[in-house]
């Protein structure tokens, strides 16, 4: 069982909201390689980007926020 922690940081005035699911919405994961789905809402309109890190220190690169990625933890 891997257990994972998410963190938004946030730059402006109003917190943009959205979801992760990781393999379709389970509640544990026995494997490495994941699907991750995930939305997001800006109400200013602003572009959504995210980069994504296992452990909090090394990170992926900033990319425009897609709704399913594949990911190894």
Do not use: C
Request: hydrophobic share 35%; net charge negative.
């Amino acid at each position: 069982t891997f257990d994972k922690e998410f963190t938004i940081q946030i730059t402006k005035n109003h917190a943009p909201t959205g979801t992760i699911m990781i393999n379709g919405g389970a509640g544990y994961t026995n494997t490495t390689k994941v699907t991750l789905t995930m939305t997001a809402t800006d109400l200013e309109g602003e572009a959504i980007e995210m980069r994504l890190s296992n452990d909090g220190t090394n990170w992926s690169g900033w990319e425009p926020r897609p709704i399913v990625r594949n990911w190894t933890l």
